[in-house]
């Protein structure tokens, strides 16, 4: 077979030569722009060859701080392109945390959205590889105390049409490196090679994971810093597929009216955005017609969630499983052929696991005993290997822990059916351990979120002074259900659990923590409660 190898460039100078028509549709600070694959590849060809002339050289890290929009998506392709390495840095990481990514990297260079200048000018002196920054504007009037800076779109007039993408680098070599959200300890930086996000890219277009194809019309709502868009930028961009780009400071309502306006035919986004969406479609009158699949992952999904979006709004709901180690797609939760035979009610609680691998991928679920059985019942932690999984993180020592005889530790808890498929109890932080046996967190979360009135819950560990810990709920109330009580959300969930399983008490909040990336932020709450059940 010939050795042709699989690489990050050749993606853009594809999409360049089979569809120069198609269409990427951008929302920046100053009003949606739409660039063709013919447009966005010369952008890329001339950004690339600028990057090599202000020093990038094979293997330099090139970090981007920016929202979802076509810059950012030239940035993709033009920094491998280049020969260096994407950095995509979330935006929303302390100050703390985005000097010690940016100097862990060794950046070499950054690209900022004007509007994010503010993220790194006060922690510029403490950067100790940057040369350079580019500032990525429509208008070009903005000022910055950043030094030596450089316009983004200066940089494409000057830049050289035809610079010739660099495809033929090893597929092994660095094209890209993420790093995890940290909700304890310094970010992990995760590299991925050209090999693997491009067999990744594969993986999206399969019928039976997110079946992504020249066809659609894809939003990613997921960060475009948040494990690449979960890797849709790079898939899109080499099947042809239309791109819709949200932009900055999206709301729930923007999100439907692009739905709507622009013919979304598959979007992606954690549990919270969803969430939103749909509030949105409750009071609005938008037409949601267009989609045919939400993909949803970052974190286990509400049934009741589920079950809005499938029976209320007729869309299918793609429940998915990934993390920043696995670039970050492993499963997808659909049906096998004979499973829509079933009723609605046991089609969804499928829809509600984290399903079936990917095709390469393998996981097993281990605990104390060994391999868990299919179809037992039994919790253990979820291993994770295959050709797009991380095999260490970038220069830590963390990695002896989680990386083991060739496989990815997850830290999170799950079972799996008899079916084979993935069902995420917890992580391992997050499991209460009441009086010797384990509660679910996950599984209350759910529930509580069944009822009409609850927005958003939490579940979390809080010690107690009998039962080494305990459940407590915190929940946010829909508008309109301000006169809900505790005893109403217990009432609820109470014929689905075990006594022992009920939280020991329900508190009402305006909002919860969440994380960089949408996640609720449990570690804070535990924190905030930590004294709640400790009584005299």
């Not at 120069?20 to 060809?45: C, D, F, H, M, P």
């Not at 260490?392 to 530790?409: I, K, P, T």
């Not at 809080?462 to 305990?470: A, I, S």
């Not at 508190?507 to 400790?534: A, Y």
Request: glycine content about 8%.
């Amino acid at each position: 077979m010939m050795n042709v190898p699989l690489n990050v460039p050749a993606m853009m100078e594809r999409a360049a030569e089979l569809y120069s028509k198609k269409e990427v549709v951008s929302r920046t600070l100053t009003g949606v722009q739409r660039l063709n694959y013919e447009e966005i590849a010369g952008r890329t060809k001339k950004l690339a060859g600028q990057l090599q002339a202000l020093g990038v050289r094979q293997g330099d890290r090139v970090g981007t701080i920016a929202w979802n929009h076509h810059r950012h998506l030239e940035s993709y392709f033009a920094i491998p392109g280049a020969g260096g390495v994407l950095h995509t840095i979330n935006l929303r990481l302390s100050p703390e945390h985005l000097r010690y990514v940016i100097n862990h990297a060794e950046d070499k260079l950054l690209l900022i959205d004007e509007d994010l200048l503010p993220l790194i000018e006060p922690i510029q002196d403490q950067l100790s590889t940057v040369e350079g920054y580019i500032v990525m504007s429509d208008t070009k009037e903005y000022s910055t105390t950043l030094s030596p800076v450089y316009d983004y779109e200066t940089l494409i007039e000057n830049g050289d049409a035809h610079f010739s993408l660099l495809t033929d680098v090893s597929e092994e070599a660095p094209a890209g490196i993420c790093y995890t959200s940290a909700t304890t300890g310094n970010p992990k930086g995760v590299v991925y090679s050209h090999r693997a996000i491009a067999l990744h890219s594969y993986a999206l277009g399969l019928a039976d994971t997110a079946a992504l194809s020249e066809r659609d019309r894809c939003m990613p709502v997921v960060p475009m810093f948040h494990a690449n868009a979960w890797g849709l930028p790079f898939a899109a961009t080499w099947f042809g597929t239309t791109q819709v780009l949200p932009g900055p400071q999206f709301t729930p309502d923007l999100l439907a009216e692009l739905i709507e306006q622009e013919n979304v035919t598959l979007t992606a986004g954690v549990p919270t955005i969803w969430m939103g969406l749909l509030q949105a479609w409750e009071k609005g009158n938008y037409d949601t017609s267009s989609l045919r699949a939400v993909l949803c992952g970052g974190s286990a999904a509400p049934a009741a969630m589920i079950e809005a979006f499938e029976v209320k709004y007729n869309v299918p709901f793609l429940h998915a499983y990934g993390m920043t180690e696995t670039s970050p797609l492993a499963s997808v939760a659909t049906l096998k052929s004979y499973q829509y035979d079933l009723p609605k009610e046991e089609q969804l609680e499928i829809r509600a696991t984290q399903g079936l691998p990917a095709p390469g991928v393998e996981m097993k679920v281990v605990n104390a005993d060994g391999d868990v059985a299919w179809g037992s019942g039994e919790m253990g932690e979820l291993l994770i290997r295959g050709p797009w999984i991380a095999d260490e993180y970038d220069q830590d020592e963390r990695s002896a822990e989680a990386f083991q005889d060739g496989w990815l530790y997850t830290g999170d808890v799950a079972t799996r059916d008899e079916e084979g498929n993935i069902r995420l109890v917890d992580r391992t932080k997050d499991l209460v351990k009441s009086g010797g046996e384990w509660i679910s967190s996950v599984d209350l979360e759910n529930a509580i979120m069944a009822h009409d009135g609850v927005l958003e819950a939490a579940v979390i560990a809080v010690p107690h002074p009998d039962w080494q810990e305990r459940p407590v709920a915190c929940v946010v109330k829909k508008e309109g259900f301000e006169a809900l009580r505790d005893q109403d959300i217990l009432d609820s969930i109470r014929p689905q659990f075990a006594k022992w399983w009920l939280p020991d008490d329900v508190v009402f909040l305006d909002e919860l923590p969440k994380t960089s990336v949408g996640k609720f932020l449990k570690r804070s709450l535990r924190e905030q409660f930590s004294e709640h059940l400790m009584k005299a």
